[in-house]
């Protein structure tokens, strides 16, 4: 790095000095072709349920999803992705609702490509939101099954390349999951649906909220620590992602978002690939909560937290605040 010289020669704040002058030596920018906004479905008619903890989220049925969708498209937001809160007599332990070709999240997926073509559909492959117990993999005796777990998550992702989606988004942390994908989307003739790898997933507190949103907070029997990864491990989120675009991952993922920027720029410098991180759950409700208590600017720090990805060296971000953000950028 160059260095500057010694003040006064250098004096760093001329360049601060106006707003015109900031703006023209800024080093990173946020924009709306940035974002990918995740949407909670779930079935009936006419439904926007709040989520106590996610202030500002609802739970849509599919007729309030599609405006909303359009909306979103219509602020330049160039992708959605979906998360389904299944009935409970659906969640089963042999999940098979998760590659039911007319499930909730494979009938928002045709409605939103007839409807929208533009805008791309990512999903989210995992079995929590089907399996009785909250867990993403089969459990039986207290053990999550990897390789039967796999073979699931093949079906699931075939049901959703079939009704149309343009981005799986495997969550589950499985091993062999995205080279098994892969290659049966290859055998069904999807060669053109991208993976964006949930690669770099930590096994973190923050996901509460969203384990509320699907309703699988309440049922998650353990912890997830057995295929997501110690928050402590740097260079353990690195061989995964490694071994994920090896596997055929078109793009990946840091999640958790913001308490994981240090993984973001190692991902970036190391792979230099397409690089996402998703601002999750319970980030969004922190930020949410003190801006409701008037302790922190809400928008300041919205635009301020998605800016810092962009900082970390992340190509784009999952984030809730996705249409206030198209709105504050427009
Ligand atoms: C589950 C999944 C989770 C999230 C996305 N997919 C939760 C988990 O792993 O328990 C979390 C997203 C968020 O917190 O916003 N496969």
Same mark, same amino acid.
């Given at each position: 790095m160059h260095s500057p010289a010694p003040y006064p020669a250098a004096r760093m704040r001329r360049l601060r000095r106006t707003r015109a002058l900031r703006d023209m030596v800024q080093e990173n920018?946020? #924009?709306?072709?940035? /974002?990918?906004?995740?949407?909670f479905i779930r079935d009936g008619e006419g439904v926007e349920e709040p989520i106590p903890s996610l202030p500002g989220v609802n739970r849509l049925s599919l007729d309030r999803l599609l405006p909303a969708a359009e909306k979103a498209l219509a602020l330049g937001i160039p992708a959605i992705?979906?998360?389904?809160?299944?009935?409970?007599?659906?969640?089963?332990?042999d999940c098979a609702e998760a590659w039911n070709p007319d499930n909730l999240t494979n009938r928002a997926i045709r409605m939103l490509k007839a409807e929208l073509p533009e805008l791309m559909v990512m999903t989210d492959?995992?079995?929590?939101?089907?399996?009785?117990?909250?867990?993403?993999g089969f459990v039986?005796?207290?053990q999550i099954l990897n390789d039967e777990t796999v073979d699931?998550?093949?079906q699931m992702g075939l049901a959703q390349a079939e009704a #149309?989606?343009?981005? /799986?988004g495997p969550s589950d942390m499985m091993d062999g999951r995205i080279a098994a994908l892969r290659a049966a989307m290859e055998a069904a003739g999807h060669r053109d649906v991208a993976i964006l790898s949930y690669a770099a997933k930590f096994a973190s507190g923050f996901y509460g909220p969203f384990r509320d949103a699907v309703g699988a907070g309440a049922r998650l029997v353990g912890d997830k620590a057995t295929y997501q990864i110690n928050p402590a491990n740097r260079e353990e989120a690195l061989a995964c992602v490694a071994r994920d675009l090896a596997e055929g991952a078109d793009m990946v993922m840091i999640k958790p978002g913001m308490p994981y920027?240090?993984?973001?720029?190692?991902?970036?410098?190391?792979?230099?690939r397409p690089t996402f991180a998703y601002q999750v759950s319970g980030e969004y409700a922190m930020l949410m909560a003190a801006a409701q208590n008037g302790w922190?600017?809400?928008e300041k720090v919205m635009l301020e937290s998605l800016l810092a990805f962009k900082r970390a060296g992340c190509d784009g971000v999952l984030t809730y605040f996705a249409p206030r953000v198209a709105a504050a950028l427009s």
């Open positions: 920018g946020l #924009g709306v072709g940035d /974002l990918i906004w995740p949407v992705c979906l998360f389904p809160y299944t009935a409970q007599e659906l969640r089963t332990e492959i995992a079995l929590d939101p089907y399996n009785a117990n909250g867990h993403d039986v005796d207290g699931a998550l093949v #149309g989606a343009d981005i /799986l920027l240090d993984i973001c720029r190692a991902v970036k410098d190391r792979f230099q922190l600017d809400g």
